[in-house]
């Protein structure tokens, strides 16, 4: 079953850029990963010391053999020495089951839009 992984970090501005350069290692390090899917970096709209990694992979245990590896680990230590804190994460895979089923009556019509 699919799964995203959330990982938080807290930068401040004099460190940014050290911060990004090892995001980018990490993503060209991954995306060799068996299981790896995607991958995403976002930076908070109103709190630009907060950066978002919403990484995507086909299953739990291929992001755990990911997340133990040790030059993985190794790269992670020195984000999480950087920044003075531990990387947060938090999992999320969809849910096994669907509670409604979308109806035709559900979708807002369209009104076609007129051609010049």
């Known amino acids: 079953m699919a799964i995203r992984v ?4 807290w930068v401040t501005a004099d460190k940014e850029k050290d911060l ?3 995001i980018t290692e990490l993503r060209s390090m991954v995306s060799k990963q ?3 899917i ?6 908070h709209v ?3 010391d907060e950066y978002l990694v919403i990484s995507t ?3 739990l245990q291929d ?6 590896s040790p030059p993985r680990k190794a790269l992670q230590d020195k ?4 920044l003075g804190k531990k990387t947060t994460y938090d999992i999320y895979h969809y849910p096994e089951k669907r509670y409604h089923k979308a109806e035709p009556s559900d979708y807002l019509e369209r009104t076609p839009s007129k051609s010049k």
Do not use: A, H, Q
Not at 6 to 9: A, G, P, S
Not at 63 to 68: P, Q
Not at 79 to 82: A, V
């Open 6 to 9: 959330m990982i938080k970090r």
């Open 20 to 22: 990004v350069s090892l």
């Open 34 to 36: 068996p299981g790896y």
């Open 38 to 43: 995607s991958g995403e970096t976002m930076r």
């Open 46 to 48: 109103s709190n630009p």
């Open 57 to 59: 992979w086909d299953n």
């Open 63 to 68: 992001w755990e053999k990911w997340v133990s």
């Open 79 to 82: 984000i999480d020495k950087l």
